[in-house]
C-alpha cells in the first residue's frame, strides 16, 4: 500500500457541507500537509492490565462502501478495523472505543461495522450531528451496537451547529444516557467553555483540554479541566500527546500537563491513542512510545489500571 493511499487529500471541500447542524466549511489544507500512520509500530515496554481501553480510535474504509461527506477536511481509506485490532493486540489492549471521523459526517456505518467486527469489548462514539440528521430509528440501531457517546468535534473540521440544534442534541443525548465528548480547538478549550461547563450530564473533554504545556499551572485552559474535573460528572481524555508537544518525542514537556489533570480526579481520567492521527502535519507516533509515555503519565500501576480500565468500564459501560 503506496503512502498516497494510505492518506487521501480532501474531496469537494469548496462545497459546504449539505446538512442542517453543519455550518463551515473544511479548512483549506494542501494535501502534502497530511502525515499516514505509522506503518511499523512497536510493541510498549509497559505490560498493560486486562481489559485495557483505549478510549478514543478512528477507523475508515473504502469511499465505495463508505461515501464520504462533500467538504471533508480528510479521508483515511486504509485505516481499517482490520488494522486497528491488530495494532492493538500488539499494545495489549482488549478494549476500545470507535469515534466516529467527520468524514463521514452523521453516516455512521463505518462505525457499525467496525463494532461488529470487534465485538462486544468494543464501544463507540457518534459525531453529535447525527442527532440533528437522523431519526430515532437510526438513533436507536447505533444505541443496539454500542455506541454510548456523541461527540462535538472542532468547528475546523467543518461541523458545527447551531444553538437550538445544539440544546436539541444534549437533550437527546441526556434522554440516551449517552456521555457528550467535546473536541478542543487547537488553541484550547476557553472559547468553547460556555458549551459545556453548566452540563450535568456526563462529559469528556478530549486531548487533555489542548492546553499549552509550556504554560504550566497558569493555562486557563487547564485551570478549566481541573476544576471541571473536581464536579464528578466531567472527565478527561490524556490523548494528542504529540500534537500538543512543542518539544517533540519522548513528549517529555506533556508530562507535568498529564500528571496535573491525572491528580486533579485519578477516577475521572481516560486515555486514547487518536490512531490513525487525522490531519497530522508532522510525522505520527509510534504508538507503543505513546503507551510508554502514559505509564510515565500514571507514574504507577494502580494509577495506570484506573486509566486504562476502571474508569473506562464506568463511563463507556463495559460493565454494564
Aim: charged share 20%.
Amino acid at each position: 500500500m503506496t503512502q498516497s493511499q494510505m492518506t487521501r487529500s480532501q474531496s469537494s471541500q469548496n462545497q459546504p457541507a449539505q446538512n442542517p447542524a453543519s455550518q463551515n466549511q473544511a479548512p483549506q489544507y494542501p494535501p502534502s500537509q497530511y502525515q499516514p500512520f505509522n506503518p511499523r509500530p512497536t510493541a510498549p515496554a509497559t505490560r498493560l492490565p486486562a481489559k485495557a481501553c483505549d478510549s478514543q480510535f478512528h477507523v475508515f474504509g473504502s469511499a465505495d462502501r463508505y461515501p464520504v461527506r462533500p467538504g471533508a477536511a480528510y479521508e483515511m481509506p486504509s485505516a481499517t478495523i482490520e488494522t486497528a485490532l491488530g495494532l492493538h493486540r500488539l499494545l495489549g489492549i482488549e478494549r476500545g472505543v470507535i469515534v466516529q471521523a467527520t468524514t463521514y459526517g452523521a453516516d455512521h456505518q463505518v462505525v457499525l461495522d467496525g463494532l461488529a467486527a470487534a465485538g462486544p469489548s468494543y464501544r463507540g462514539c457518534a459525531n453529535a450531528v447525527v442527532l440533528a440528521e437522523r431519526d430515532d430509528a437510526y438513533i436507536q440501531k447505533l444505541h443496539d451496537a454500542g455506541v454510548r457517546g456523541a461527540r462535538f468535534t472542532r468547528q475546523g473540521l467543518g461541523i458545527s451547529m447551531a444553538p437550538a440544534v445544539f440544546d436539541r442534541a444534549i437533550a437527546r443525548i441526556r434522554e440516551l444516557g449517552w456521555y457528550a465528548k467535546f473536541q478542543p480547538e487547537p488553541d484550547g478549550m476557553m472559547a468553547q467553555a460556555a458549551q459545556f461547563e453548566r452540563l450535568d450530564i456526563p462529559v469528556l473533554l478530549d486531548h487533555m483540554g489542548r492546553a499549552d504545556p509550556t504554560a504550566g499551572a497558569a493555562d486557563p485552559t487547564r485551570q478549566l479541566v481541573e476544576s471541571l474535573l473536581s464536579r464528578g460528572n466531567f472527565w478527561v481524555m490524556l490523548s494528542l500527546t504529540e500534537k500538543i508537544s512543542r518539544t517533540g518525542p519522548p513528549w517529555d514537556d506533556v508530562t507535568p500537563l498529564a500528571q496535573a489533570l491525572i491528580a486533579a480526579n485519578p477516577d475521572r481520567v481516560v486515555w486514547g491513542s487518536d490512531w490513525p492521527h487525522p490531519v497530522s502535519t508532522k510525522p505520527t507516533p509510534d504508538e507503543g512510545q505513546l503507551v510508554d509515555q502514559l505509564a510515565r503519565y500514571a507514574g504507577d500501576a494502580a494509577t495506570l489500571k484506573k486509566i486504562l480500565v476502571d474508569n473506562p468500564a464506568r463511563l463507556f459501560g463495559f460493565d454494564e
